[in-house]
């Protein structure tokens, strides 16, 4: 079946840094979403990704969806204590209504 | 998010009962879809119904079974619960189904003993 593989699990930044997730998936998908989750919460959804190639920022956050669409990155900058937490990615098939969603990379800020 | 409320917050079973989880959507939507969360998961895939219709089901054994209202709320039921169904159980409204973006309501938490 379809898998969603992210890394890094786990990723402790120094406040004011800059870092960056990976998200790849056995499959080619139809779009890319992310997610936030902070500790005790429930995942928020942060954006969709659906074309190859597609780059969209939101403030300090800039996503990108592979040429091939089976991957995906997120990158932040000037990291700040509100950016702990978990971050997800998920996708799903062609035409299909199930979304995978990966392992999540937690990140820790050092302030 | 806003919007999507989940009933219990929290519950604590034992093995072999069952349990009946709440789910109401965002006003508008047609759609939910339910997962489950292990700790330091990510959450996995239960199932997806729309206009009170099955439209997915994850890789969920038959104790697991959900319906649809015609109001759009749901519940997802559980069977014969086992230790390790212990886990946060989010539901997510979605506006029409499919792969849209998914609102997920702040889950129940399921602790089987």
């Known amino acids: 079946g379809q898998q969603v593989m992210q890394i890094p699990q786990y990723q402790h930044v120094q406040e004011g840094e800059d870092f960056t997730t990976y998200c790849n998936s056995s499959?080619?998908?139809?779009?890319i979403q992310w997610y936030k989750q902070r500790p005790g919460g429930h995942p928020v959804f942060l954006i969709q990704?659906?074309?190859?190639?597609e780059v969209k920022k939101q403030k300090r956050l800039t996503f990108q969806f592979g040429e091939a669409k089976k991957n995906s990155s997120l990158h932040i900058t000037a990291t700040q204590t509100t950016d702990v937490g978990t971050y997800f990615c998920?996708?799903?098939?062609?035409?299909?209504?199930?979304?995978?969603f990966g392992g999540g990379t937690r990140v820790l800020v050092k302030p | 998010d806003a919007g999507v409320t989940q009933s219990p917050t929290h519950l604590i079973k034992t093995r072999g009962q069952q349990v009946t989880l709440r789910c109401s959507p965002i006003?508008?939507?047609?759609?939910v879809s339910w997962y489950q969360q292990v700790l330091g998961q990510g959450p996995q895939f239960i199932f997806q119904y729309y206009e009170k219709e099955e439209r997915g089901r994850g890789n969920f054994p038959d104790r697991f079974s959900a319906r649809q209202f015609p109001n759009y709320s749901s519940e997802l039921n559980v069977n014969a619960l086992l230790l390790g169904d212990s886990a946060l159980y989010l539901c997510?409204?979605?506006?029409?189904?499919?792969?849209?973006?998914?609102?997920f309501g702040p889950g129940t938490r399921l602790t089987v003993l």
């Open positions: 990704l659906v074309k190859s190639g």
């Open positions: 499959t080619t998908l139809s779009n």
């Open positions: 006003s508008g939507h047609k759609s």
């Open positions: 997510a409204s979605l506006r029409a189904g499919g792969t849209d973006t998914q609102y």
């Open positions: 998920a996708g799903s098939k062609a035409a299909g209504n199930k979304l995978t």
